[in-house]
């Protein structure tokens, strides 16, 4: 997912993005101690996510007050 369609979703649909991709990032996390993780970069790609998910969050939060 790129930014443009990160910085297209409302901030509702963002909020359940980022629960999903701590869910995500959680099983990744579980499959890595038990053996079973297949894609190991993937879990770079959730955190990464996770980032630019949090920083059009702020970016909001930061235009509103002003």
């Known amino acids: ?19 999903d991709s701590y869910q995500e990032l959680f099983n990744l996390r579980f499959q890595k101690a038990s053996g079973q993780l297949t894609n190991p970069a993937r879990k ?13 969050l702020r970016e909001r939060e930061l235009a509103a007050i002003d």
Do not use: C, H, W
């Open 44 to 56: 770079g790609e959730v955190r990464k996510l996770i980032a630019r998910t949090k920083t059009i």
């Open 1 to 19: 997912m790129n930014i443009s369609d990160i910085r297209s979703k409302t901030n509702a649909e963002l909020a359940n993005l980022l629960d």
